[in-house]
């Protein structure tokens, strides 16, 4: 690796940083095709109304911007000695640096990109120490639920604090290397989960504990030291930041002795002549990541997490909490609508909400939603089958039971009131019919 001349663009700049504005004058960055149109039926055009941030957010504006000021000095990583190489090499780590920042890691925490939050789960379940018992409820998104070798999996629970007493229960029962999974907020419900609790039940039975922030980092500050986490994992593209990155934070001892993620230039310190003389790199960041990396992923990433701080946490969860209760409020009053919800309906949650219409299915309501009203959400089990089993009712029908779904309406910095109620007159239309 080169020596690193330069190490962040903000230092090489002579001025000194404006002081920051108070929070409630700073505004909310714009994402990129906010004035998107879209054809509906008839071959009107209308603007789209992006009710599907859960799945995959929109670009920020200022994450287009930092990826596009990259891109003139873009050049390899960790392996070139031109100018270029070590620019684009200082914006690669200063990305690592502010992203383990924007989520408080200790500073002995490992920063490893990935390519999303699926690939930072598996990539700690191929380095978990042998015999590691993992224990996980059932409902987890599939990225948390399956990459485990010995999972105990655990009930739905009914409240909160039985999510507590069920993991203590669990984790007392099992001997040797134990990991806790548990998401901070569903991606079904957008319920928030007693992290802290859990973490600490974790850790007093000698366990672990790895949060899954995919759905949690959009919407709510996160700290893992304050909170006592072992890791996290989240996606960029949840995160306004869609250019092919992830991350997993956390502590480096089983990322240092697990398999190097892939095998390959960069994750490699020496190589003799046997094929097995491979002397791989101890650090977790080279030791999975190898090959060149996705360096405007993690830039993009970064600049997603400055843009957020940037614009403060209160401004950010006022509004959507604003809009949110606009959004269940307007559900509430359409005749056949049922929002789904494991611990009812005053628990907090971030800005999801799942619900089905009596009479139809949910594919029907969002391809109606989409053609008739230029709206975009989602439809279907949101790669939590058990979890939305269990919300409604229904049995296991097999992978190929397509008729026990949900529609899914998610909201963040881009949604607009006008959306929120589009989407409410568009259902009451539908069920009238
Ligand atoms: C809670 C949660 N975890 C994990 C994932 C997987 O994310 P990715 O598809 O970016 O790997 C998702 C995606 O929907 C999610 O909502």
Same mark, same amino acid.
């Given at each position: 690796?080169?020596?690193?001349?330069i190490?962040?663009?903000?230092?090489?700049?002579?001025?000194?940083?404006?002081?920051?504005?108070?929070?409630?004058?700073?505004?909310?960055?714009? =994402?990129?095709?906010?004035?998107?149109?879209?054809?509906?039926?008839?071959?009107?055009?209308?603007?789209? $109304?992006?009710?599907?941030?859960?799945?995959?957010a929109?670009?920020?504006e200022?994450? &287009?911007?930092?990826?596009?000021?990259?891109?003139?000095?873009?050049? &390899?990583?960790?392996?070139?000695?031109?100018?270029a &190489?070590q620019?684009t090499?200082?914006?690669?780590?200063?990305?690592?640096?502010?992203?383990?920042a924007?989520?408080? $890691?200790?500073?002995?925490?490992?920063?490893?990109?990935?390519?999303?939050?699926?690939?930072?789960?598996?990539?700690?379940?191929?380095?978990?120490?042998?015999?590691?018992?993992?224990?996980?409820?059932?409902?987890?998104?599939?990225? &948390?639920?399956l990459?485990?070798?010995?999972?105990?999996?655990?009930?739905?629970?009914?409240?909160?604090?039985?999510?507590?007493?069920?993991?203590?229960?669990?984790?007392?029962?099992?001997?040797?290397p134990?990991l806790?999974?548990?998401?901070?907020a569903?991606?079904?419900t957008?319920?928030?989960?007693?992290i802290?609790?859990?973490?600490?039940?974790?850790?007093?039975h000698?366990?672990?504990?790895?949060?899954?922030?995919?759905?949690?980092?959009?919407h709510?500050?996160?700290?893992?030291t304050?909170?006592d986490?072992?890791?996290?994992a989240?996606?960029?593209?949840?995160?306004?930041?869609?250019?092919?990155?992830?991350?997993?934070?956390?502590?480096?001892d089983?990322?240092?002795g697990?398999?190097?993620?892939?095998?390959?230039?960069?994750a490699?310190r020496?190589?003799?002549? $046997?094929?097995?003389?491979?002397?791989?790199?101890?650090?977790?960041?080279?030791r999975?990541?190898?090959?060149t990396?996705?360096?405007?992923g993690?830039?993009?990433?970064?600049?997603?997490?400055?843009?957020?701080?940037?614009?403060?946490?209160?401004?950010?969860?006022r509004?959507?909490?604003?809009?949110?209760a606009?959004?269940?409020?307007?559900?509430?009053? =359409?005749?056949? =609508?049922?929002e789904?919800?494991l611990?009812?309906?005053?628990?907090?949650?971030?800005?999801?909400?799942?619900?089905?219409?009596?009479?139809?299915?949910?594919r029907?309501?969002?391809?109606?939603?989409?053609?008739?009203?230029?709206?975009?959400?989602r439809?279907?089990?949101?790669?939590?089958?058990?979890? =939305?089993?269990h919300?409604?009712g229904?049995?296991?029908?097999?992978?190929?039971?397509g008729?026990?779904?949900?529609?899914?309406?998610?909201?963040?910095?881009?949604?607009?009131?006008e959306?929120?109620?589009?989407?409410?007159?568009?259902?009451?239309?539908?069920v009238a019919?």
């Amino acid at each position: 690796m080169p020596t690193l001349t330069i190490f962040n663009d903000a230092a090489a700049s002579a001025e000194a940083p404006a002081p920051a504005a108070p929070e409630s004058a700073r505004p909310i960055p714009a =994402v990129v095709g906010a004035d998107l149109e879209v054809p509906v039926k008839g071959g009107r055009l209308v603007r789209y $109304a992006n009710l599907d941030y859960a799945a995959s957010a929109p670009c920020l504006e200022p994450v &287009s911007a930092a990826v596009t000021a990259a891109l003139p000095a873009y050049s &390899s990583v960790h392996r070139g000695a031109g100018y270029a &190489s070590q620019l684009t090499t200082a914006r690669y780590e200063q990305a690592r640096h502010t992203v383990r920042a924007f989520v408080g $890691a200790r500073p002995s925490d490992a920063v490893v990109f990935t390519r999303n939050t699926t690939d930072a789960t598996n990539l700690l379940a191929r380095c978990l120490p042998e015999g590691t018992t993992v224990v996980v409820f059932d409902t987890e998104h599939h990225a &948390s639920l399956l990459p485990w070798r010995d999972a105990v999996r655990l009930a739905p629970p009914a409240f909160p604090g039985e999510a507590v007493r069920a993991a203590d229960e669990a984790l007392a029962g099992v001997e040797g290397p134990k990991l806790l999974v548990v998401t901070a907020a569903s991606n079904v419900t957008g319920e928030l989960w007693p992290i802290a609790a859990l973490a600490h039940i974790a850790h007093r039975h000698g366990a672990r504990i790895l949060v899954d922030a995919a759905q949690f980092v959009p919407h709510r500050r996160l700290n893992l030291t304050a909170l006592d986490l072992d890791y996290v994992a989240f996606s960029g593209h949840k995160l306004y930041a869609p250019f092919g990155a992830g991350v997993l934070v956390g502590r480096g001892d089983w990322l240092a002795g697990g398999e190097p993620y892939l095998k390959g230039g960069g994750a490699v310190r020496a190589v003799g002549e $046997a094929p097995e003389a491979a002397e791989w790199h101890e650090d977790p960041e080279p030791r999975h990541e190898a090959g060149t990396p996705n360096v405007l992923g993690a830039i993009a990433l970064a600049a997603a997490c400055d843009a957020l701080n940037a614009t403060g946490w209160t401004a950010l969860v006022r509004e959507e909490e604003r809009l949110l209760a606009r959004l269940r409020a307007g559900l509430a009053t =359409v005749e056949g =609508v049922r929002e789904l919800a494991l611990w009812g309906a005053d628990h907090p949650r971030v800005g999801i909400v799942s619900f089905t219409v009596d009479g139809f299915t949910a594919r029907e309501v969002a391809e109606a939603l989409s053609a008739e009203y230029g709206i975009g959400v989602r439809d279907g089990k949101f790669c939590a089958h058990p979890f =939305v089993r269990h919300l409604l009712g229904t049995a296991d029908g097999g992978c190929e039971d397509g008729t026990a779904s949900a529609v899914r309406a998610s909201i963040g910095i881009g949604t607009t009131q006008e959306h929120v109620d589009r989407l409410i007159e568009a259902l009451r239309a539908i069920v009238a019919r």
